[in-house]
Structures are given as structure tokens and as C-alpha cells.
């Protein structure tokens, strides 16, 4: 059956280290995967999107890696800030209509 | 402000009571969503509608019934409530792909309403 995991349920780190969070998935083909930001008590705000022909992409100090081989997304917070302290989940793209299959999301806590 | 905005924030209500929770998006896009976050903070696809026809039916108990009366609102009914039902909805839209200044596929998501069923 289709799966989607991302590594750690929690992750912490310290200020202006790099923060590494993972999503693994399979009996998947997702054409595209996205980030996504979610604030406590908030709606998720996307981040970034990246295709399968696509093997990374870059937005401020944040970037995502694509691997359809090892079948795993990485994305990466450069020079990480308290205020980057939140849930990221990850997002595949299953069957047409842009329909999208959530990952549990990785809490990533950044301490100063 | 453009955004996605839903009514109520917070929903508590019996078991069996019938509810709704209406979602207006001002972003001129084709379609919404309907999305469900249990406890455990996995979210879920419930329905999705383009231009006022539903696209997306996901295994959802039929008690659910999504109703959009034009593409920018959809508004979400469920009858007979049941302590299952307690979870933080979210209304969602996306711009058709290919539209400026927007990438394929981005969702953007309401706050969430908040149902607890007692």
C-alpha cells in the first residue's frame, strides 16, 4: 500500500545549524512533492515544490532534493532560526486533479 | 485581504446534531478543498471541487456532503455527528496550473475550524 514517512516525529537543533528533515514514500510515482509550514492552531503554508525531473530546489536558506530512485525527499533550513521552530510537512502528488497525500509532518524545534 | 476563510474557528456540538462549516476564497482560483487533521496531525483529503464540480471523493462517510454554489465557496455539511467527527477542518484552493506567479499544484489553506463533538 501507498506510504508516505517522514523521518522523526520531532527534530532539535541548535541556532545556525542546519536543519535535515527527510520524507521517504513508497508504491508511489508522484509527478511533483511539495513542502509545507504549519504553525500551532494555523492553516499549512506551502514553501517550495519540486518535480521528478527536478533533483533540488532552492528559496531563501531553504532547499529541497528530489530522489525518485531512493524514492525520498530531503529539505534542508540553512543558518536555522528559533522563529523556523514549527511542523514541515511533506506532500506527493497522487493521480490527477491535484490531489495530495500528506506526510504526519516533522516537528522541528530550534533553540538559541 | 486576499485568503481562505472559514466559518466557524470553533465548533462543540452533541453527538447526532447536524453541522456546517462554510469556505470563501478570494483568490480568483478554480478549485477547493476540504481537508481533515485528526489528532495525530495527519491530514487527510476529503473532497475536492473544480469550477463547482466535484473532482475529488475520497472513502468519506456519505453523513458528509460538500456543497459549492459558485467556485469560490465551499461549504461542508455533516449530519449526525459522531465522536469520530472530531478533528480540525481545512478549506483549501488552488490556482489552475500554469497561472502567473503561482506554482502547479500550490495549495492554499484556510485557518482550520476546530469541531469537537461531546
Known amino acids: 500500500s501507498q506510504k508516505i514517512e517522514q523521518n522523526s516525529e520531532a527534530l532539535n537543533i541548535q541556532e545556525g545549524k542546519t536543519a535535515t528533515l527527510t520524507c521517504n514514500y513508497t508504491n508511489y510515482s508522484p509527478a511533483y512533492l511539495q513542502w509545507y509550514r504549519q504553525d500551532p492552531g494555523r492553516g499549512p503554508v506551502f514553501l517550495l515544490l519540486?518535480?521528478?525531473?527536478?533533483k533540488e530546489k532552492r528559496k531563501e536558506r531553504l532547499k529541497v532534493t528530489f530522489d525518485t530512485t531512493l524514492k525520498q525527499s530531503l529539505f534542508h533550513i540553512t543558518a536555522s532560526q528559533p522563529a523556523d521552530s514549527a511542523t514541515y510537512l511533506c506532500?506527493?502528488?497522487?493521480?490527477?486533479?491535484?490531489?495530495?497525500?500528506f506526510g504526519a509532518g516533522t516537528r522541528l524545534a530550534v533553540h538559541p | 485581504d486576499t485568503a481562505v476563510s472559514q466559518t466557524p474557528k470553533y465548533l462543540v456540538t452533541q453527538m447526532g446534531n447536524d453541522k456546517s462549516i462554510k469556505c470563501e476564497q478570494n483568490?480568483?482560483?478554480?478549485?477547493m478543498y476540504w481537508y481533515k487533521q485528526d489528532s495525530k496531525k495527519f491530514l487527510k483529503i476529503m473532497f475536492s471541487?473544480?469550477?463547482?464540480?466535484?473532482?475529488i471523493n475520497e472513502t468519506v462517510p456519505n453523513r458528509f456532503s460538500p456543497k459549492s454554489p459558485d467556485k469560490a465557496h465551499l461549504n461542508l455539511h455533516i449530519n449526525s455527528l459522531e465522536l469520530g467527527d472530531s478533528a480540525v477542518y481545512f478549506c483549501?484552493?488552488?490556482?489552475?496550473?500554469?497561472?502567473?506567479?503561482?506554482?502547479?499544484?500550490?495549495?492554499?489553506f484556510g485557518e482550520g475550524s476546530r469541531l469537537t463533538v461531546l
Open positions: 506532500a506527493l502528488s497522487s493521480g490527477g486533479y491535484n490531489k495530495l497525500i
Open positions: 519540486i518535480r521528478e525531473n527536478e
Open positions: 483568490l480568483g482560483h478554480d478549485t
Open positions: 483549501a484552493s488552488s490556482p489552475p496550473r500554469g497561472s502567473r506567479g503561482a506554482s502547479d499544484g500550490e495549495l492554499f
Open positions: 471541487y473544480n469550477n463547482k464540480e466535484l473532482i
